[in-house]
């Protein structure tokens, strides 16, 4: 492993990175390996730049063409030549020795990404663990076992502190825009390294402090809770099984869509109509995505197989 870039996404975000980029330095100056530290700027309007040049003149910047929020990494990642690539919101703060625990995972070849382990701000509890898929009423749900906090496979990392192995991501083609601007996209990516072959960890000696949240606040777009619940579906009709359990997912859906109207609220009918009119538009160049029923389970059984054991040496 030659190098590594600590790639750190930023709109109008000063008042995060005051608290993210002197901990990323330290991070990168006690990294085992070759670190460098980028701000990749989505086009602020604030003077954020001015002030990392100014402030941080070690750190480079590199500003992307557009606002295209996560999806930026996207242009970003062919431009690169370091071996792994870690990429941070800018609502975080970083432990001293976030980078080793990462990074010694990538001595294996069929590693692709290594999710760090995440704290509320105030440090009082985790708020991330293994992530698993599970099958309930004709929906298939993903959720963080927060009180797992050992080293394990994942359904996914976290896109906002996750470290990826740079060549892979090309290879698949990033973050899949089906997902714009946000959630489930890297729900997305790594069940597509699954497929591949390409193990996901869960390291819980990386820690992370997060402002669950706060980099959206700058966005004009859609509620988060309404882009989860969409893209939810979008995952599930693009990639997950749909034949077995009709008759619970319908009934499963009546039942919300009556509870909802019955104490006048439209909200969840209203977001799963619109979801469901454009998937019907897209749905043509995304049908090679959905997996059988047979490849679903070794992928669930790959994720709980015991992680391959790995030295605590330094990488």
Known sequence: MKSVCLAILNFNGRKHLEHLLP?????????????WVLVLDNCSTEGD??????????????TAPKND???????????????????????????????????RHFDRSDVFAVSASSYDWEGRQRTSGQSRLKYNHGFFRWYFECKRQD??????????????DR?????????SRLFFP?????????FRAWRRGWRTIYEPESI??????????????AKANVLYLRHSLFF????????????KRYWSLAKIFIGELLVGKTEVLKIYSKAWLDWIRMRKGFKSMRVSELELQRIQMQIEEKVNSISREKV
Not at 151 to 164: D, K, R, Y
Not at 167 to 175: A, L, M, P, R
Not at 236 to 247: E, N
Request: charged share 20%; hydrophobic share 45%.
């Open 23 to 35: 901990t990323a330095l330290t991070a990168a100056k006690n990294s085992p390996i070759a670190t």
């Open 49 to 62: 730049l001015d002030w990392v040049h100014g402030a941080f003149p070690e750190v480079k910047t590199m």
């Open 69 to 103: 929020y996560l999806f930026s990494y996207n242009w970003l990642f062919p431009q690169l030549k370091d071996d792994i690539v870690v990429i941070l919101n800018n609502d975080l703060r970083l432990d001293g020795h976030f980078l080793e625990p990462l990074l």
């Open 151 to 164: 080293l394990c496979h994942t359904l996914f990392a976290s896109g906002g502190f996750m470290a990826v």
């Open 167 to 175: 060549s892979k991501y090309v290879e698949i083609n990033g973050f």
């Open 182 to 190: 946000a959630y489930c996209e890297d729900v997305d990516l790594c």
């Open 208 to 221: 992370v402090w997060h402002r669950e949240h706060a980099s959206w606040e700058v966005s004009p777009l």
């Open 236 to 247: 599930q009709w693009s990639s997950l099984p749909m034949k077995r359990g009709r008759l």
